[in-house]
C-alpha cells in the first residue's frame, strides 16, 4: 500500500515559521482530497487544514490565517506553510490523502507517520 511521507517537523521559537511536506512513498496515479491533521499532547487529533483536488481549502479556526496548504500534483505533494507559530501550535502532524495507487485501483485513505512540531515560548 502507498505509504505518505511528512517532512518538516522540527523546533522553532514561538513567531516563527515551519514548512511541512507530505509526499507519497512511490509514484501514484492520482491523489484527491489531502488533510493535514495534528495531535497535541494530551489531546484529541484535530483536523488543521484541507484542500480539495481542485485547490479548495479549509482551515480550522485556530489556524486562519496563520497556516497555508497547497499543493504541487506534478510531484503529488501537498505542503503545510505555517507562520506565527504559537506553543499552542506544538504536536505531531499527520497528512491523510485519498489515494487511487493505479488507475484501476480503488480509492484508499491513506495516513503518514507523524512528523513533531515543537514551538517554544
Known amino acids: 500500500q502507498v505509504q505518505l511521507v511528512e517532512s518538516g517537523g522540527g523546533l522553532v521559537q514561538a513567531g516563527g515559521s515551519l514548512r511541512l511536506a507530505c509526499a507519497a512513498s512511490?509514484?501514484?496515479?492520482?491523489?484527491?482530497?489531502i488533510d493535514w491533521y495534528r495531535q497535541g499532547p494530551g489531546k484529541q487529533r484535530e483536523l488543521v487544514a484541507a484542500?480539495?483536488?481542485?485547490?479548495?481549502?479549509n482551515y480550522a479556526d485556530a489556524v486562519k490565517g496563520r497556516f497555508a496548504i497547497f499543493r504541487d500534483n506534478a510531484k503529488n505533494t501537498v505542503y503545510l506553510q505555517m507562520n506565527s507559530l504559537k506553543p499552542e501550535d506544538t504536536a505531531v502532524y499527520y497528512c491523510?490523502?485519498?489515494?487511487?495507487?493505479?488507475?484501476?485501483?480503488?480509492?484508499?485513505?491513506?495516513w503518514g507517520q507523524g512528523t513533531q512540531v515543537t514551538v517554544s515560548s
Open positions: 484542500i480539495t483536488s481542485g485547490g479548495g481549502t
Open positions: 491523510k490523502a485519498r489515494i487511487k495507487e493505479r488507475i484501476l485501483s480503488p480509492w484508499l485513505d491513506s
Open positions: 512511490k509514484s501514484i496515479f492520482r491523489i484527491d482530497d
